[in-house]
């Protein structure tokens, strides 16, 4: 264990966000995702269990988002919904990002097939137990000034 740390956060975890440099993407992904398929020789971190919510609340406690990227982070948009519908799992990572301070419109709703797309240039997946649909996002890492 490590002081104010998140427990969620493994060794493994916080050895391969800490490894990625800025510009990098890591995908949280839902229990439902193709993450082997899509894996491509990167590493998968499996946090079975955990909601979209709590893994990528634990992941931006350590993560520092861009600042230099429009949107840097993303969303699987729900297929055949309104342009602005959000799940409730999806409105949370909204919500974590606007508490980083960036703005809503600075996450990307992205169109499944596009999603995973983008998941192929990501350098790491971290799939929770989110069981509800869509409930997939991405995380753009910045840079941290000393």
């Not at 104010?4 to 800490?18: A, F, Y």
Request: glycine share 8%.
């Amino acid at each position: 264990m490590l002081k104010g740390i998140d427990p969620l956060l493994t060794p493994e975890l916080l050895m391969h966000l800490c490894a990625m440099g800025h510009g990098e993407w890591v995908a949280v992904v839902d229990a439902n995702f193709t993450a082997d398929f899509l894996r491509h020789g990167k590493p998968v971190v499996r946090l079975p269990g955990n909601s979209l919510e709590r893994v990528s609340r634990a992941v931006l406690s350590v993560f520092p988002l861009a600042t230099d990227v429009e949107q840097p982070a993303a969303f699987m948009h729900a297929s055949h919904s309104a342009p602005d519908f959000r799940t409730p799992a999806q409105q949370a990572v909204v919500d974590l990002v606007v508490a980083e301070g960036f703005q809503a419109e600075q996450v990307e709703p992205v169109e499944r097939y596009a999603f995973y797309e983008k998941i192929k240039g990501a350098s790491l997946i971290v799939q929770s137990g989110e069981g509800s649909g869509y409930g997939n996002a991405a995380f753009c890492k910045g840079v941290i000034f000393f």
